[in-house]
Structures are given as structure tokens and as C-alpha cells.
């Protein structure tokens, strides 16, 4: 892939995020609001605009609410990121997300989205299809809206390889099980989408790593494995690395994924090996860790983070759970 392809987001499900901080968050109780923010979000959303931070060409489609799209009209334009999402009417869905500083938690409430029709979908397929020509990378991220069958996202991935795309994959469930038999370039489970995929739970180190090298055998170019605060492991055909975060104080976790995917998109479009890719992918995430909101508004904490980032080949090292 090259640094003047673009680079097509594709986010079925996105969402307006109200992030509220709310100290000593109690289930079943009134709760007050401290702060609150609102944000443009979605995964691919999010992966969208960081990869614009690294002056990257990108396209973002998917469906978007006609009601409340100016939230996200106004972004795109402002990041140049390039709007082909298709109007669904009615409002694209607010997902609601607690961080409370004192118990040092982030609790998503997700709601389901809007439901595409048939020519809704069809139009989806037919504007990946078009941007597809000038493209290097289809990026797939995120939940799928109620009424999709699971198969949506494999189809897509099979477009993105019959024209020669990479196509990168991160959701979770059935839709993630159906993707990974299209064989993605790439995915980026965390441990519990993992153990799902599964069907048992991942627990050590070495479980994670033995089940990326099948999935790599298997015909899938990289596997990224994300381990929460641990970090991540990385996995490809001729190396596989493990990245640890430096120590932070962590804001809101929502967004790391989408962080980590779009270093790994970065990394790949200026042909970085694979140890640096997943040194970008880690400071990238950990920087989005430490402020709140979805998205970093530049590169410069995660450039900051990045030496401190450690990466060690998984073959030399002992691998404790
Ligand atoms: O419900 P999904 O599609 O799985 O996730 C949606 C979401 O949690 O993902 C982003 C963070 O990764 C947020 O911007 C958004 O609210």
C-alpha cells in the first residue's frame, strides 16, 4: 500500500458519543454529571480522523442518520475527510459512556442504531465500490445496525480483495466469525472478541500468541490481539511481536482500538516493519487513554509516548501469562 492511496473508512453503525464524568458512578442511583462531552464518534470514525493526522487521503462511508449528520458533516469537512456515507433518515444513534475517575472505569451503553433498508445497503456496496479504485486499504469497523445479516462485512472484505485491496476488520461476534473465514488482511480482536470467536476464554500469553499464529496460518496477514493495559500482541508469518504501553493515567479508554488500528494503517501505508508498526499502534492507543474523547486532536502525545513503548520479538522472550 502506498502513502498516496486513499484510505476507505467504513463505519455501519456510527454513533454520537455523550461522554459523562461522573465520579463514584453507582448502578441503580441518581447520578450526577461532572463534566460532559459529545463527540462525532463510530470506529471507523474515529480511525478515520486519525489517520487524517498523519495527512493521509481518506473516505469514509457507512450510514449516517439525515437528522443529526451536521455533528458529523462539520467534521469531515473540517479533518478533509472525504463524506460518502449513505443518508439513512431519522438520527444516528447516541452511545453513552461513564467514566468515573474515581474507580478508574469507562462503562459504554451502546444502543442499537438505525436499521439501512435493502437500497440503502445497496448503495453502501456500490460507493465501496467506487472508492475503491483509487484505494489501497478498506478499513471495516465497528458494531453492525439491527437488521444486517452477519455476512455483511465478509462481503466487503471479499469486494476489497477481488480489486486488490487490503481489508482491515474490526468488530466483534458472528460478524467477526464470518469475516475472518473472507480472510482480512488484517483484524484486531481484543481477548474477550477472541474468546468469543472462539467459543472458550483466552487467558495466558501463549494461548493468545498459539491462537493469532492459527489465525495467521490460516491466511490472514496480521493479527493484532489487544490486551487492555497489558498491551497488545502482534502477529504475522515471519514475526510476531509483543508491545507493552508505558504506565498513564488512564481518562477514558474509549477509542484505544481505534487507535491502535489506525497506527496500524499508518504504519503499513509508510511500509514500516512490523515491530514499529506495533510500537506506533501501541503509543497511538495509550495516547488516546490518557485524555478523554475518542480521538486525539494531534499526533504529538502519541509521537511522545512511542519510545517508551516496549517491543520485544515474541520468539526470545519467555512467555509468562
Ligand atoms: O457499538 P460499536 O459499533 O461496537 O462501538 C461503538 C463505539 O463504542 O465505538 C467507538 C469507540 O471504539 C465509539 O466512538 C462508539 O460509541
Do not use: W
Not at 126 to 154: F, Y
Not at 256 to 280: H, K
Not at 285 to 304: K, T
Request: net charge negative; charged share 20%.
Amino acid at each position: 500500500m502506498l502513502q498516496e492511496q486513499t484510505v476507505v473508512t467504513v463505519t455501519m453503525n456510527p454513533a454520537v458519543d455523550l461522554a459523562c464524568t461522573v465520579p463514584g458512578f453507582a448502578l441503580g442511583e441518581v447520578n450526577r454529571v461532572a463534566r460532559a462531552r459529545t463527540d462525532p464518534g463510530g470506529k471507523g470514525i474515529n480511525i478515520a480522523r486519525l489517520l487524517r493526522l498523519f495527512n493521509l487521503p481518506v473516505a469514509g462511508t457507512g450510514f449516517l442518520g439525515a437528522d443529526n449528520a451536521g455533528l458529523f458533516e462539520r467534521l469531515f469537512q473540517q479533518r478533509g475527510i472525504q463524506d460518502a456515507f449513505v443518508r439513512l433518515p431519522g438520527e444516528t444513534r447516541t452511545d453513552v459512556k461513564v467514566v468515573d475517575p474515581e474507580a478508574k472505569t469507562t462503562t459504554d451503553i451502546n444502543c442499537p442504531g438505525l436499521t439501512p433498508d435493502t437500497p440503502h445497503l445497496a448503495a453502501l456496496f456500490s460507493t465501496v465500490d467506487r472508492l475503491s479504485r483509487d484505494a489501497g486499504l478498506v478499513v471495516i469497523a465497528g458494531s453492525l445496525p439491527p437488521g444486517l445479516e452477519d455476512g455483511v462485512v465478509a462481503k466487503l472484505v471479499a469486494m476489497a480483495r477481488a480489486r486488490g485491496l487490503r481489508a482491515v476488520v474490526d468488530t466483534s461476534g458472528p460478524a467477526l466469525a464470518e469475516a475472518i473465514a473472507a480472510k482480512p488482511s488484517l483484524i484486531k480482536p481484543n481477548t474477550l472478541e477472541l474468546g468469543q470467536y472462539l467459543g472458550r476464554s483466552v487467558e495466558s500469553l501463549e494461548d493468545v500468541v498459539a491462537e493469532a499464529r492459527a489465525l495467521v496460518r490460516g491466511g490472514i496477514e496480521t493479527v493484532a490481539v489487544s490486551l487492555g493495559e497489558r498491551g497488545a500482541v502482534f502477529v504475522e508469518a515471519e514475526a510476531a511481536v509483543v508491545a507493552r504501553p508505558p504506565q498513564i493515567e488512564a481518562v477514558s479508554t474509549v477509542g484505544a482500538g481505534d487507535a491502535m488500528v489506525a497506527g496500524l494503517c499508518a504504519g503499513l501505508a509508510r511500509g514500516l516493519p512490523l515491530p514499529e508498526r506495533a510500537r506506533l499502534a501501541t503509543a497511538m492507543a495509550a495516547a488516546v487513554v490518557a485524555q478523554p474523547g475518542p480521538c486525539l486532536s494531534d499526533i504529538g502525545p502519541a509521537r511522545a509516548l512511542e519510545s517508551l513503548v516496549v517491543v520485544e520479538p515474541l520468539e526470545a522472550r519467555r512467555m509468562e501469562s
